[in-house]
């Protein structure tokens, strides 16, 4: 189980090289073998197949690693967090040194930390600021090689993310200048966040007496986190992981700490603040008056949003970033319901000749649907239950579920913000099956990304090979059994 997932990450890993994004410059373009691999189509599709019958063996050795840690007994319980944090361990390794995969957001990030170190804004500049022309009216590519691996539609925006990741990309990048190492060093900051979950999940699932080791299993080690999370390097991870441990600090150390986290979480990326609803509900006395509840969701907003100020000031950066937040928003993505929705009536009403501006109805559904995710943060602040621990996960969940379906953009990635939450909540049997299968799905279609577009060739053989390998995972019957009886086990509730 262990040596499978293992196997599958170092195949991920291996298969990666030829699709992933590299500057020219990269070392690894020396090798004749790795070339050859990746400018022909040949090459490029069977090291996509490479990558998805890895993620296809990380799938597996986690279903069983899931159902070991679901069903053990007696002193094998306590063993089952240190085997699945073993797992954790295991299964990442080969994909420290990786380009960032399925994503070429890696490659911003670390433009943009060069940018703050070069001290050029990147709250008002894109990466592109950093290629000067020469004296025949070139651009310097050589002398910031790392701009060359970012997408180019993204080469003239400013960066939505907070001081945070900013800040230690521009350390980093006092250090060197090398595209890879600096892609490494930003995800060893992002794995940071797993590390804090792995702290704090354990003590959320036990809140409500549900098995820490299953939680964590869910969380730190699923097709989901592996694909997204660690091999596509992206900042929400860090996000989520100062989530999770701001609403476990509150708990055990006092509100403000909680708050003080969940400001830094926010200074990742903003939605990272939505955990302080869960830190106000949590320690509050039980059925507060809403007086109370006023005043508690006050003094944690006075000090998360403090905290995520003061970092724009003690880091140098400001808090331009604020008007960099719609940068996201600038393209619709298929997991966006309310992008979707907008865009099929905008399609109708052109039809219908009803005369209405391009993107009418897309704009209008999109601010809808921020505005219903803050109605439902603030009817959950004013109405959930306080003084329960366990609610306020679940409260936590709920808020950031409503964000992610009503966003106007969502990416697979943005799902990792919930599983956390929800992992460490008492699910049906339905819900836990829900869980199971889409943390698999959502990671196996990880390499259908972006980048792929206009692969067409590529896409049809993803399709055909996922076609295979998700049936064998989630629907023959053995794989049925096994979802059914990780799904149905119940760990015994501990007051």
Not at 130 to 159: C, K, N, R
Not at 247 to 253: D, H, I, K, S
């Amino acid at each position: 189980m262990l040596l499978r997932g293992f196997t599958g990450s170092l195949l991920v890993l291996v298969g990666g090289l030829g699709v992933a994004t590299l500057p020219p410059t990269a070392p690894l373009l020396a090798w004749e073998t790795v070339t050859d691999v990746r400018n022909s189509e040949l090459g490029r599709m069977t090291a996509l197949t490479v990558v998805l019958v890895g993620l296809g063996l990380v799938a597996s050795a986690w279903l069983a690693l899931c159902r070991r840690v679901a069903l053990a007994d007696g002193d094998d319980r306590g063993a089952g967090l240190l085997l699945v944090r073993h797992a954790m361990v295991l299964w990442s390794a080969p994909l420290l040194l990786a380009p960032p995969l399925f994503s070429r957001d890696g490659w911003s990030y670390a433009a943009q930390g060069m940018l703050a170190r070069v001290g050029i804004s990147p709250y008002e500049h894109g990466p592109s600021a950093l290629l000067p022309q020469g004296e025949a009216g070139l651009l310097l590519w050589h002398q910031y090689p790392i701009v060359q691996a970012v997408d180019p539609m993204w080469l003239d925006t400013a960066a939505p993310y907070g001081p945070l990741p900013i800040a230690a990309g521009a350390l980093m990048a006092v250090e060197t200048g090398n595209p890879w190492v600096l892609v490494v060093g930003h995800r060893c900051v992002a794995l940071l966040g797993l590390l804090l979950l792995a702290w704090a999940v354990p003590r959320l699932a036990s809140w409500g007496g549900v098995n820490p080791a299953l939680a964590s299993a869910l969380v730190l080690v699923s097709p989901l986190m592996v694909a997204n999370g660690v091999a596509g390097l992206h900042n929400d991870l860090l996000m989520v992981g100062l989530m999770a441990a701001a609403l476990v600090t509150a708990v055990e150390r006092g509100w403000a700490w909680g708050a003080v986290l969940g400001g830094a979480a926010a200074a990742v990326k903003l939605p990272g603040g939505l955990v302080c609803v869960g830190i106000a509900l949590a320690t509050l006395p039980v059925a507060a008056s809403l007086t109370d509840r006023l005043r508690r969701f006050a003094a944690v907003a006075v000090v998360s949003v403090g905290t995520l100020v003061a970092l724009g000031v003690v880091t140098g950066l400001g808090q331009g970033w604020f008007a960099a937040l719609t940068v996201p928003g600038s393209i619709s993505t298929p997991l966006s319901i309310t992008s979707l929705l907008g865009g099929a009536l905008d399609w109708l009403a052109l039809q219908g000749g009803v005369g209405t501006e391009p993107a009418t109805f897309l704009e209008l559904l999109r601010t809808l649907g921020v505005l219903a995710s803050l109605v439902v943060a603030a009817g959950v602040a004013l109405r959930w239950r306080t003084g329960d621990r366990s609610a306020s996960v679940a409260a936590v969940a709920a808020v950031v579920a409503a964000f992610v379906v009503l966003c106007p953009v969502v990416h697979l990635w943005y799902f990792l913000w919930l599983t956390p939450f929800l992992a460490s909540l008492e699910l049906s049997r339905t819900a836990m099956s829900a869980l199971l299968a889409g943390s698999v799905v959502l990671g196996m279609v990880a390499p259908l990304d972006s980048s792929l577009h206009g692969a067409y060739e590529a896409i049809v053989l993803a399709c055909m090979v996922l076609a295979v390998l998700l049936p064998v995972l989630l629907l023959t019957r053995r794989s049925r059994e096994r979802i059914d009886r990780i799904a149905s086990s119940r760990w015994l509730v501990v007051t």
